[in-house]
């Protein structure tokens, strides 16, 4: 038995290497678009978060502006009642009586303190004698037929009223003048 022998050495065969398919021109003008796309959303969606971002630090400044601002709020609305007190004090006391004069002059002298400190902490009153009616600042409590005042303008003030910065704390309790 005689072996065939084939001596032809295995010759490698050369790899097929799979290329794609090149695409088609339209494919990759297809392609770019949506890139084109993509880039123009996700710059959009970059410029609505910055802008967004902006718009909160701003609003967190303004809220603690605010706070700042109006911190004393409660504090000062709780002091309202001693001004109102000294007021009443000052009225109450006869500044001609010898026997009283002396603490009429210090009841004024505690007052007017008293005045200015609420108005360094910007608490201003609302004193509007005279004034047109102002819902926003004012409460009528009674309207009162005049002759000598215009219709709608306070004629009488029993108890001022503040504002803290602008914002009010308490509106002023008044008469109004009706046409009489």
Same mark, same amino acid.
């Given at each position: 038995? @005689?072996?065939?022998? &084939?001596? $032809?050495?295995?010759?490698?065969?050369?790899?097929?290497?799979?290329?794609?398919?090149?695409? =088609?021109?339209?494919? $990759?003008?297809?392609a770019a678009?949506?890139? *084109?796309?993509?880039?123009? !959303?996700?710059? =959009?969606?970059?410029?609505? @978060?910055?802008?967004? +971002? !902006? &718009?909160?630090?701003?609003?967190?400044?303004?809220?603690?502006? &605010? *706070?700042h601002k109006? #911190?004393?709020?409660?504090?000062?609305?709780?002091?309202?009642?001693? #001004? =109102? &007190?000294?007021?009443?004090?000052?009225?109450?006391?006869?500044?001609?009586? /010898? #026997?009283?004069?002396?603490?009429?002059?210090?009841?004024?002298?505690?007052?007017?303190?008293?005045?200015?400190?609420?108005?360094?902490? #910007?608490?201003?009153?609302?004193? /509007?004698?005279?004034? %047109?009616?102002? /819902?926003?600042?004012? !409460?009528? +409590?009674?309207? !009162? %037929? @005049?002759?000598?005042?215009?219709?709608?303008?306070? $004629?009488?003030?029993?108890?001022?009223?503040?504002?803290?910065?602008?914002?009010?704390?308490?509106?002023?309790?008044?008469?109004?003048a009706t046409?009489?």
């Amino acid at each position: 038995m @005689s072996e065939s022998r &084939n001596d $032809t050495p295995e010759q490698p065969v050369p790899d097929q290497t799979i290329q794609p398919e090149a695409p =088609d021109a339209g494919e $990759t003008v297809d392609a770019a678009a949506r890139i *084109a796309e993509l880039e123009a !959303q996700l710059r =959009d969606q970059l410029l609505r @978060s910055q802008a967004e +971002i !902006q &718009n909160i630090q701003r609003r967190a400044e303004r809220d603690v502006a &605010n *706070a700042h601002k109006y #911190a004393l709020e409660k504090f000062a609305g709780g002091l309202l009642d001693v #001004a =109102d &007190n000294l007021e009443r004090a000052l009225g109450a006391t006869n500044a001609e009586e /010898p #026997a009283v004069k002396a603490l009429h002059e210090g009841v004024a002298l505690t007052h007017k303190l008293f005045v200015d400190t609420l108005r360094r902490f #910007a608490v201003e009153p609302v004193d /509007p004698i005279g004034a %047109p009616f102002d /819902p926003e600042l004012h !409460q009528a +409590i009674s309207m !009162q %037929p @005049s002759t000598t005042a215009e219709p709608n303008t306070v $004629t009488a003030v029993f108890q001022k009223g503040y504002t803290l910065s602008g914002r009010l704390l308490r509106p002023a309790m008044v008469v109004v003048a009706t046409a009489g």
